[in-house]
């Protein structure tokens, strides 16, 4: 099988940064696309940034445009998200999503089971 962890969280004051990583393990054949997710309390998960194998494409949703920025290393099945300049509503919980084959035709998500971002003074 496939285990994803999330790492990185924590809690920043307005303005500061954090790095998000998550790693895949396991039995992986390749890995597809990667993103990121987020959801504050009482709201639903929203989508925040992907990337596609080859790192040739990287899009982000408006909220985090020009704040952060997401990147991938393939030989170590890593994926990163970069924040800068947080705001207090970018607090919730951060969750990665990787498509992963394990036999080199049928992808599949995994997710990890996330890491909390605190956004505050």
């Known amino acids: 099988q496939v285990q994803v962890v999330e790492s990185g969280g924590g809690l920043v004051q307005p303005g500061g940064s954090l790095r998000l990583s998550c790693v895949a393990s396991g039995r992986i054949f390749s890995i597809n696309q990667m993103g990121w997710y987020r959801q504050a309390p009482g709201k639903q998960r929203e989508w925040v940034a992907l990337i596609t194998s080859g790192s040739s494409t990287k899009n982000y949703a408006d909220s985090v445009k020009g704040r952060f920025t997401i990147s991938r290393d393939n030989a170590k099945n890593t994926l990163y998200l970069q924040m800068n300049t947080l705001k207090p509503e970018d607090t919730a919980v951060y969750y990665c999503?990787?498509?992963?084959?394990?036999?080199?035709?049928?992808?599949?998500?995994?997710w990890g089971q996330g890491t909390q971002v605190t956004v505050s003074s």
């Open positions: 999503k990787m498509v992963v084959t394990t036999t080199g035709v049928y992808y599949s998500d995994y």
